[in-house]
């Protein structure tokens, strides 16, 4: 039987978004992590863990307390690239990742999608994409492990997308979640209205 993991990467430092972790801004009464966390579809997934700073106890807890499992990246300030490297060293005997961004609470919704078309395909990446353009969370077959846990800087895994644009298999979807994030304060109040919807 297939292993799929998912990995929340949630270590970075918000740098747009200013003093403040915007991970955990209020967002209709819940962290703003709190939503992408209740989002993911745990019962496709065999392991989900949250990559957080090392000093980041309040977004441990929250991963804690969705059930998840939360693991510190002591090299955080590296960037997006290095978290996702921590998470995919952390689950290295999965048959696939999932990598999904912790300021995005709308995109896990179309993880079951993802886990579909990987399934049916056994293409080396699986990502969803809404009017041309291409989103998150994004689906990595255990393939792609290696080039993923050699990660570091604030790119994230753009490198090894391009590297397997032949082999990446792209879901359409009408769903906007997938392109819609949290960078700055502003952006906290559009996304608390469409988590109302």
Request: proline share 6%; glycine share 8%; net charge negative.
């Amino acid at each position: 039987m297939t292993k799929i993991a998912a990995i929340v990467a949630a270590a970075g430092a918000s740098r747009r978004f200013g003093a403040q972790d915007k991970l955990l801004s209020d967002v209709n009464a819940k962290p703003l992590l709190a939503w992408t966390l209740e989002a993911i579809p745990s019962a496709l997934l065999d392991r989900v863990i949250v990559v957080h700073p090392p000093d980041g106890r309040e977004v441990a807890g929250l991963a804690q307390a969705a059930g998840f499992e939360p693991v510190a990246n002591r090299n955080a300030q590296a960037g997006l690239g290095d978290s996702i490297a921590r998470g995919i060293s952390t689950v290295a005997g999965s048959d696939a990742a999932i990598v999904c961004l912790g300021d995005m609470p709308l995109a896990p919704r179309v993880t079951p999608a993802l886990v579909a078309t990987w399934r049916a395909e056994r293409s080396k990446i699986v990502a969803p994409v809404r009017q041309g353009r291409r989103g998150h969370p994004v689906l990595f077959d255990k393939s792609c492990f290696a080039d993923l846990t050699a990660l570091s800087g604030d790119d994230g895994a753009r490198a090894v997308v391009e590297a397997f644009s032949d082999e990446l298999a792209l879901v359409e979807t009408d769903d906007d979640g997938v392109v819609l994030d949290v960078d700055v304060p502003a952006d906290l109040a559009r996304m608390a209205e469409r988590l109302k919807r």
